[in-house]
C-alpha cells in the first residue's frame, strides 16, 4: 500500500451536514462527536505526513438558506448567517484537530477578532508551510456566493494541487443516487463534462474557477473518514474532475 502522499498542498471541503452523523436533522444536534474525532484524526495524520492542509466547511448541519424550514429571510441576511454558522463548524473543528495533535488556525472572511484572525491569503500559505491546518470560514465574505465558490476560490489562491470535496455521496452519479437505483457514478469527469451533462456536484462559478485555474477537484463520500487519507495517498475513491 502507498504510504506517500501525491499531494504536497490540498483545500480540504467538508459537508457541514456530514458532521453532523448519523443524528442529522435531530433535535438540537448539529455536529457529532464520532465523526469529529475521526475526521480530525484522519487530517492530524495527513499533516503528520508533511501534507500541507486548508480546509473549507459547508453549514447545512444548521443553516440551509433564507427560506429554511418556511421562514421568510431577506437572502443578504440568510447568507450572512449561513456564513456565521460556518464559523460554529470550524471552531468545533479547530478544537478536535488540536486535540488530536494538529496545530489549526481558522482564519474569517468575516473579522471577529474575538475568536479567530481575519483570513489573509500570504498568511495563511506562511501557516501552511509552517505545518499549521487552516480553516477557513465564511466562504467568500460577500452574500449571493455559494461554499463551492468559497473552497474553490480559496484553493486557487493558496495554489493547492487538488480540491478534495468530502461529501455524504461517494462520488459523482449521472442521477440522485438516492432516488434512483440505476444511477451510474463517473470515475473520472473533465469539468466541461460535468457541466453539459448537467451535473451539480460544483457548481458553476466554482467549475470555472477550477478549470480556468487548473485545479483538479476529487469527490468522495465522508461515511468512511478515512477515505480523506486515501485521497492525499493518491488512492481511488469517488470521482475525480480534471480541468
Known sequence: METKPKYRRVLLKLSGEALAGAG????????????????SGEVAKCASMGVQIGIVIGAGN?????????????RVRGDHMGMLATVINSLAMQDYLIRAG???RVMSAFEIQQ????????RAREYLEQGKVVLIPCGVGYPFFSTDTGMMLRA???QCDILLSAKNVDGVYDSDPAVDPNAKKYEKLTYDEMLSKGLKAIDLTASAIGRENGIPALVFGLSDPANIT???LGEPVGTIIQP
Open 62 to 74: 444548521i443553516w440551509r438558506g433564507a427560506r429554511q424550514g418556511g421562514l421568510s429571510i431577506d
Open 230 to 232: 486515501r485521497a492525499v
Open 115 to 122: 475568536v479567530c484572525e481575519p483570513y489573509a491569503q500570504y
Open 156 to 158: 486557487a489562491e493558496l
Open 24 to 39: 442529522e436533522g435531530r433535535s438540537g444536534h448539529i455536529l457529532d462527536d464520532g465523526i469529529l474525532r475521526a475526521v
Open 102 to 104: 494538529a496545530d489549526a
